[in-house]
């Protein structure tokens, strides 16, 4: 079936108050940037409480659905039939039409919605249903009703302009539009885990900037291109990122000589948080993210977590799979394509800044007193600083 | 300055050949199976093409099938031999060092029946002709052997191997992997009883895309690519005339004066053994400098990963090449380092030089500076 509009459901947002316009303001900018990425020519509006999307030129209907499905603050997209008023008899004959098209001759329950925005309308909404139901069941013997939990709805919208008429509905990702809620500074490895956890937190609103730690040549530039391509693809969903490719090799090296191997993932962890904490502070960033998951490696215990916490001064850490096992983490990964990115092999090829035993239960005194002996690492903080790149990544057309 | 030491992955091409494949694209961009004379000048210069290859091999020019590249020669002649060949028999010999585009078309085949027999190597990467000929059988019908192997530059007999057949089992045909040997070596394979043998151009400053896989007269093996039955029906598909012309341009320009630099190759070759040598901790495997061929130094460095250690080079613009992946230790990662010997530590630590007719003493003195000064360096950092 070809549609040429589509009425957007966003039920989260509309119950926020007085900040309802500035989240339906930066919802509307969102699919704005998400459609001018395709061909075609699109409007989108708002309109007494609703926001629809009307299409013309030569335009994909299934690249804007894919499109708006990645536009957090979606819950529906619904293709919606725009209908001359012609009067009622016409627009059963419309109505029922259309729902031979969408459901065929499948046994299904249904329920019919109208609203009347146009009040001179000669029948009013509580008699619009039941005359419609009566026409539809004689028309489709294959449908009955079920007021309660339909397997579709019928709805009708009776406006100044036209008659609305909508039944599909297709998920967007529902969440917040992204923007509302600030940005955050996601840590991003070339692991399953971080765009996880990126993408999550962007699902509630944020904007994304990213740090990721490189170590040449123990890490090689193909594992850059990576995280680069795994940032690429978060981004299809959270805008663009700007990315701080952050060279810790000297750092690490420094680590590995002075401070004893079994605390080495830890220690360069909390160098990790302290570094983006600070990239996240000069940038505007409101937050940390991370991929960590309670228990999924040595430096992910809740002991390694409070010590690693530990290193950073006053913003939260915000770690949305932290009650996740791998598996679940994985699904995520699928859904949103990063999970094949991801699994290639270029990442950590090198494990010798990997003790073979780590501590498990890290005391923070213990790991403060080891790094005491790093007197020179605050020189190196402020070069990797100085020296690092930032890209930024997504949004092109 | 950039020091380029993989001329076993690929060999930038000889200036003369981009000229003479520009003005093909410019000028004689024609179908060589065109009717036209726009065609028939196409097909001249493939002749002529042909004409130079076959020079360098004293074969007729009909003995020359242009082809994409190394890895479809290798599966052209191997499966197309053993589909020819069906009825007589399903069993096929080769060695256990062979490059993935000979070894896994033997997998392949043993998948759809057939056997294959693999045959060991000594610490040089040796395959001994004796125990080609004690692995043949009544119903053996392909022998398959690299010239030289492109992990450790050892240097198969495969002449002796190829004359041997012949005088006791001239049924069976006899296939060389000729990749990194050919422009490297003179070889005839005409009187050395070689039936069939791959080439790819851009191991010889040729273009990538293009090689060609040499056919005795009156051997005959099916086709794998079917179509508009180019190549007498052998090898369908439009004949990529810039890249042919490349590539007999090259290999011409490569055999004339081969012996000169080969002697340059070896020389240098000695060099960088004898300063790899003279590092701690650094051994090189393989045959002795001018027992293998003379591009190719292979050499496992103690306590380090091949990957770190190639990513250091790279910081200074060296670009070499890691024996095997970091982080497994799997044999099947280098079927060859693990066929002549190495393990664990050995097998993750391997770099691979390749040189070229480029190739110059200050840049492999400048390497040998570089590795003396990072090798520490980098060994400070090891998994303990």
Known sequence: MEFHSFLIKYSEIAVKGKNRHLFEDKLVERMREALARLEGDFRVRKASGRIYVDCAGIFDQQDVIEALQKVFGIVWICPLVKLADLGFEDLKARVIEYLKECYGEKQLTFKVLSRRTRKNYPLTSDEICPLMGEAILEAMPNLKVNVHDPD????????????????????????????????GMLLLSGGIDSPVAGWMISKRGLELEAVYFHAPPYTSERA?????????????????????????????????ETCPHDELTIIMRRLMMRIAERIAKENGCSCLITGESIGQVASQTVQSLTVTNAAVESLPVFRPVIGFDKQEIIEVAKKIETFETSILPYEDCCTIFVAKHPVTKPLLKVIEASERKLAGVDAMVEKALETREVVVIGGQK | MEIYLDNSATTPVLPSVKEAMSQMFDMEYGNPSSMHLKGVAAEEKVLEAAKKIAATLGAKEKEILFTSGGTEGNNLAIIGAARAKMRAGKHIITTSIEHASVHNVMEHLEAYGWEVTYLPVDHQGRVAPEDVLDALR????????????????????????????????????FHVDAIQGYGKYRIRPGRCGIDLMTVSGHKIHGPKGVGFLYIRDKVKIDPILFGGGQQNGLRSGTLNTPGIVGLGLAAEEICRDLEVHTEQMYRLKERLTEGLKALDGVTVNGPAPREGAPQIVSASFEGLRSEVLLHALEEEQIYVSAGSACGSA???????????????EKLVSTLRFSLSIYTTEEEIDRTLEVLRAKLPLLRRFVRR
């Open chain 1, 224 to 256: 850059k291109r990576k995280v680069e391509d795994l940032a690429e693809l978060v981004s299809r969903y959270s805008g663009p990122i700007r990315l701080h490719i952050v060279n810790f090799t000297e750092i690490q090296l420094y680590i590995y």
């Open chain 2, 330 to 344: 799997h044999p099947e990662d280098n079927r060859t380092l693990y066929a002549i010997g190495l393990r664990g």
């Open chain 2, 138 to 173: 009544p119903d053996t019908v392909l022998v398959s052997v690299m010239m030289v192997n492109n992990e450790i530059g050892a240097r198969e007999p495969v002449e002796e191997i190829g004359r041997a057949l012949k005088d006791v089992a001239p049924q069976v045909l």
């Open chain 1, 152 to 183: 579709f709805f019928v709805n009708i919208e009776i406006r100044d302009e036209n008659i609305n008429l909508y039944s599909i509905l297709i998920p967007g990702p529902g969440g917040m539009p992204v923007g509302v809620g600030g940005k």
